[in-house]
């Protein structure tokens, strides 16, 4: 049976046009993400993330970087949103995050940014940064869906989401790839300025395999639904690893897909922030890898495989 993508339904009912309006309404005393800001973004008023009535993107495109699953032969459409929930002092994308880089986009243009990437032949629609954006990603994708949008929705987030604004993506998005970044409070608090980011990460986490359960792919290994988890290895254990691995297997499910991330590099603040300044080692790589597979996950991303045997 030809792949429909979950949004479709929604749309035929006219529940997707009801979840527009219910995203737009909660702009208007900002709690779309945990930051719980309480401005008046439709008046203006900015919040944490910078980010007011109109998303802001910086750049579009098929991108061929992403894991295997996403990519296939065509790309994953990716979609970079200016401005973040977190203010992690490493990223690598701070000019975007952080400074803001990039333009604002009526939904419209949104919605014509999704039909041209799909027109480009890429498997999916991938959201980079969408967690304080998830009203007007709703608002493109009712617009693009009515025009012909058939690519599964993929939410590759930061992880710090609230369980109100999933609720609101439950039935719409196809594939949520969310960061596990850290397992200790006040390492996210000291390196991402983010309050009780493990607690909040885990639930979202947990809510996200309610929706869409493990990573199912087609045929030709693409994938259509499902967790895809990200995991950012830190020098000295900083990420906690081993207590994430071991909340995915004990409390989302042994099957789940992770990436686990060895790229690492200081960026940004982060040459001020020891141990942060130097990239990981290949020691405390392979150990964050043991620790992955010791808690009995091991659907690892085949660059994390290759790695590995190198
Ligand atoms: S989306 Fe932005 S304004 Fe709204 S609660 Fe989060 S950080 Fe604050």
Avoid at 16 to 33: F, G, M, N
Avoid at 169 to 179: E, F, K, N, S
Avoid at 214 to 239: K, N, Q, T
Wanted: glycine share 8%; hydrophobic share 35%; proline share 5%.
């Amino acid at each position: 049976m030809a792949f429909e993508p979950a949004y479709l339904s929604l749309l035929l009912s006219g529940e997707l046009k009801r979840r527009v309006e219910e995203a737009y309404r909660r702009l208007e005393q900002c709690d779309i993400c945990p930051r719980e800001c309480g401005v008046n973004r439709r008046q203006g008023e900015l919040g944490t993330c910078r980010t007011g009535e109109q998303a802001v993107i910086s750049s579009y495109g098929p991108h061929f970087g992403e894991e295997a699953p996403l990519v296939g032969v065509g790309g994953s459409g990716t979609v970079f949103f200016t401005h973040c929930n977190l203010h992690c002092q490493f990223c690598q994308n701070y000019e975007i995050s952080q400074m803001g880089e990039g333009r604002p986009i009526e939904p419209e243009q949104l919605a014509a940014v999704f039909l041209g990437l799909q027109e480009r032949g890429c498997h999916n629609i991938n959201l980079v940064s969408p967690s304080h954006v998830v009203p007007q990603i709703l608002a493109a994708l009712l617009i693009a869906a009515e025009a012909g949008l058939r690519l599964p929705l993929v939410y590759n987030t930061g992880g710090y989401d609230s369980l109100k604004t999933l609720q609101l993506l439950d039935g719409v998005v196809d594939i949520y790839m969310p960061d596990m970044k850290y397992a200790d409070a006040d390492a996210a608090k000291r390196y991402s300025k983010v309050d009780n980011y493990p607690s909040v990460n885990q639930a979202a986490v947990k809510e996200m395999h309610r929706q869409v359960g493990d990573l199912f792919c087609d045929s030709r290994g693409i994938a259509l639904r499902g967790l895809l988890v990200r995991h950012l290895v830190l020098s000295e254990g900083l990420a906690g690893t081993g207590e994430i691995a071991r909340f995915l297997a004990a409390s989302i499910s042994t099957n789940t897909y992770i990436n686990v991330m060895g790229q690492y590099r200081p960026c940004y603040k982060a040459h001020e922030l020891p141990p942060l300044n130097r990239r990981v080692t290949r020691d405390e790589y392979d150990q964050a890898v043991n620790l992955v597979r010791k808690a009995g996950l091991d659907r690892l991303d085949e660059r994390t495989a290759r790695w590995i045997l190198r």
